[in-house]
């Protein structure tokens, strides 16, 4: 989901990139997906419900790593744990790096175009981006489906 801030930048990333968020640290851009509706909207409305804009992609990319099965997180070292960290009392109260900045700190850096994890709002999955482009010259091909263009207008 766009907050409305965003719907007319629907492939910017930018609104993680103001203060980070769990898989992005601030300054990062990041898309932040999720792979069903449900999903999307439990997401969204986790701090409070407020007004949104549900927006479909189509996205393409074998650089994608799949942290939604335990043992594929076990081989990259990442205990279940960090799936839920805490990140906002780890960031903002204790001032340290939040787990999931450093987990993708290592997966940017080995050219990984996004991650696939469980929901921290539901049962759900989200897909978050920190490469992606219209056409895929630099990370996952990313295309917003808005046939009538309502959302940049």
Same mark, same amino acid.
């Given at each position: 989901?766009?907050?409305?801030?965003?719907?007319?930048?629907?492939?910017?990333?930018?609104?993680?990139? @103001?203060?980070?968020?769990?898989?992005?640290?601030?300054?990062?851009?990041? =898309?932040? +997906?999720?792979?069903?509706? *449900?999903? #999307?909207?439990?997401?969204?409305?986790?701090?409070? =419900?407020?007004?949104?804009? @549900?927006?479909?992609?189509?996205?393409?990319?074998?650089?994608?790593?799949?942290?939604?099965?335990?043992?594929?997180?076990?081989?990259?070292?990442?205990?279940?744990?960090?799936?839920?960290?805490?990140?906002?009392?780890?960031?903002?109260?204790?001032?340290?790096?939040?787990?999931?900045?450093?987990?993708?700190?290592?997966?940017?850096?080995?050219?990984?175009?996004?991650?696939?994890?469980?929901?921290? #709002?539901?049962?759900?999955?989200? +897909?978050?981006?920190?490469?992606?482009?219209?056409?895929?010259?630099? *990370?996952?091909?990313?295309? @917003?489906?808005?046939?009538?263009?309502? @959302?940049?207008?």
């Amino acid at each position: 989901m766009l907050a409305v801030r965003w719907q007319r930048e629907p492939m910017s990333g930018a609104g993680a990139a @103001l203060n980070g968020a769990r898989w992005n640290r601030r300054g990062v851009p990041a =898309l932040y +997906l999720s792979v069903d509706h *449900g999903t #999307a909207i439990a997401e969204f409305h986790q701090a409070l =419900l407020r007004p949104g804009t @549900l927006a479909a992609y189509d996205i393409r990319s074998e650089r994608i790593v799949d942290l939604t099965d335990a043992g594929r997180r076990a081989s990259f070292g990442i205990p279940d744990a960090v799936l839920f960290a805490p990140r906002k009392t780890i960031v903002e109260i204790e001032h340290r790096d939040a787990p999931g900045w450093i987990i993708a700190d290592r997966l940017i850096a080995g050219e990984a175009d996004g991650i696939l994890v469980p929901s921290a #709002a539901c049962a759900g999955v989200n +897909l978050v981006l920190w490469r992606w482009s219209a056409d895929g010259g630099d *990370g996952a091909a990313v295309r @917003l489906i808005d046939p009538d263009g309502d @959302l940049r207008r």
